[in-house]
């Protein structure tokens, strides 16, 4: 069960923290179809409100609609029968703020939010089913709430069929940086996933993109994305760079990416039955101050998006 419905925008203009009066949430039909928007998870935190702001400019460039997820796992407490949860008006209201925010950034983004009274994790994998991407807070800082959000996103990125974008707290300017392609964590095939995300975010964003290779020269895999020309005939209007980082740890990719408008990579290597993604990319994911976006397995983007919520244990 889920409670679903456009909140009307606050008439505040001054700030991001109006609510507003919500219309009476519409419970979406099991014969609606599933849409292709970005979907943002949202908590009532600082952080979260910033994904907000990013995915409400990616879906804005995507000519896409945005989804505002809040799971709100507090609302399956029991009360009276035939009541609804005293903390519903508390739901609605991160939710509202949610989307306050969302049409502050893009005044004409089509978004419409969702309460859904689940685990989070359960929650966003539903969610993300029929997205493009999901869009994710995290504080990168060793705060309090990194220890709430932190691993929400770990799980997500590891397990989701579809991108998962994390958003840091951003600090310095990026203005003109080009968009970074991490190649050589996964195999062939992911490295053309991430190429293919890369180039288009960076065509969208009007900048270049500054592609890095991990892997080393005498195991490089046969891909399009290791070859600067195929990049210039596919990608004409793009301006490239390679650089090669073989054997790269993490925290030699995030001297070398950082600030960027956006850090692209693959989840790299892993099963269905995953629970987080491996040591430098938690490590990426704690220390990065520019967004990441993670790329499922090729081979895991093909599975049906059931399995993957069977699989969440």
């Not at 890369?198 to 070859?227: F, H, K, M, N």
């Not at 073989?246 to 600030?259: E, H, K, N, Q, W």
């Not at 790299?268 to 938690?282: A, N, V, Y």
Request: with cysteine.
């Amino acid at each position: 069960m889920s409670t679903s419905a456009p909140f009307a925008p606050s008439d505040r203009t001054d700030d991001d923290s109006g609510g507003g009066a919500a219309p009476e949430p519409r419970a979406p039909g099991d014969d609606e179809p599933a849409g292709r928007d970005v979907v943002v998870g949202v908590d009532g935190s600082e952080v979260a409100l910033g994904a907000v702001r990013w995915a409400a400019r990616e879906a804005a460039r995507r000519g896409t609609g945005l989804r505002i997820v809040h799971a709100a796992t507090y609302l399956g407490r029991k009360v009276a029968a035939g009541m609804p949860s005293p903390e519903l008006p508390h739901a609605r209201r991160i939710a509202a703020q949610a989307y306050t925010v969302a049409r502050h950034t893009e005044h004409d983004l089509a978004a419409t939010t969702e309460v859904v009274p689940a685990e989070p994790i359960a929650a966003l994998m539903r969610a993300a089913a029929g997205s493009e991407l999901v869009v994710l807070g995290s504080s990168t800082t060793g705060a309090a709430d990194e220890m709430v959000l932190a691993p929400i996103a770990l799980r997500m990125a590891a397990r989701a069929t579809r991108p998962v974008v994390v958003v840091p707290r951003l600090r310095g300017s990026i203005e003109g940086r080009p968009v970074v392609a991490v190649l050589g964590i996964g195999d062939a095939d992911d490295d053309a996933a991430v190429a293919e995300f890369a180039a288009a975010a960076a065509e969208r964003a009007g900048v270049g993109v500054s592609i890095l290779q991990t892997r080393a020269p005498e195991r490089a895999l046969a891909s399009w994305a290791d070859d600067l020309e195929t990049w210039r005939e596919r990608f004409p209007s793009l301006s490239v760079e390679r650089s090669a980082l073989p054997g790269a740890s993490a925290g030699d990719v995030l001297s070398a990416a950082c600030p960027s408008p956006l850090l692209v990579m693959s989840t790299g290597q892993g099963t269905l039955l995953h629970r987080s993604l491996d040591g430098p990319h938690r490590w990426l994911m704690r220390h990065c101050t520019s967004p990441m976006a993670l790329i499922p397995q090729v081979h895991r983007a093909d599975r049906e998006p059931r399995e993957e919520i069977v699989a969440l244990g």
